[in-house]
């Protein structure tokens, strides 16, 4: 089984500061993915950046840098520059290869609040 | 990236009626879509698993007479809420995977509002 766990049910940060959202997960999946997702109020859920579990480097897409660290099963979310934007709800997911392939494992999401 | 389409994005019933949501993928063919519902300010939960051209598999505790599950083609799954009452009032969002090799790409609809009154 898998488990995803987000301790921060809301976070602030000022703008144009930096923040990070944790997440820790379990799993007896060899190979998976980790995601991050944002939730705005519309709904829809828009991906943002993905970390394999074989990955030897962080990934990082613009912005959003995600600080993998294996050993501990965290893969905690870096947002830079925060923007008011930003303001959204933010899901860390996992997904498996094998068995779960393409089945998706949430956390309970934090809530992000840009201060201006 | 790739499409999914959910129809309709809102919608409004009365308590007893079945309410339909489709979702689409516009440019790629899914073989295995998957069904979530999302109360308020809560997470994402994963209703069902839809393979296309089979019987649709339902997590634990979700009634599949309730939420019936249909995939007919590699690009359309649809779920009906059945007898909707007031507790089905939830945002549902669906998933399709891009059939291939490598890690499995999945995209996401952009839900569907269903408020029964």
């Known amino acids: 089984a898998q488990k995803i766990t987000q301790t921060q049910p809301g976070m602030f940060v000022q703008e144009k500061e930096a923040v990070t959202l944790d997440c820790t997960y379990d799993t007896s999946d060899p190979s998976y993915g980790l995601f991050w997702y944002k939730q705005p109020s519309s709904g829809e859920m828009i991906f943002l950046i993905y970390q394999g579990s074989y990955d030897q480097q962080n990934a990082t897409e613009g912005r959003y840098s995600l600080n993998f660290q294996k050993a501990r099963k965290s893969a905690n979310l870096v947002i830079s520059a925060s923007q008011l934007g930003d303001s959204a709800m933010y899901f860390c997911a996992m997904r498996g290869t094998n068995t779960n392939a393409g089945k998706s494992t949430f956390g309970d999401g934090t809530t992000l609040t840009v201060k201006p | 990236g790739a499409v999914v389409s959910q129809h309709p994005s809102w919608v409004i019933c009365k308590s007893g009626t079945s309410v339909k949501i489709e979702c689409r993928s516009l440019?790629?063919?899914?073989?295995?879509m998957f069904w979530y519902r999302q109360f308020p300010k809560q997470s994402l939960m994963l209703m069902a698993t839809s393979n296309e051209g089979s019987k649709a598999t339902y997590e634990q505790g979700v009634e599949k007479d309730k939420f019936l599950i249909n995939h007919a083609s590699l690009t359309l799954s649809t779920l009906t809420v059945t007898s909707a009452h007031p507790e089905d009032s939830s945002f549902y969002i669906c998933s399709a995977r891009v059939a291939g090799g490598g890690h499995p790409e999945v995209f996401f609809g952009e839900g569907s509002r269903l408020t029964v009154l």
């Open positions: 440019d790629f063919q899914a073989t295995t």
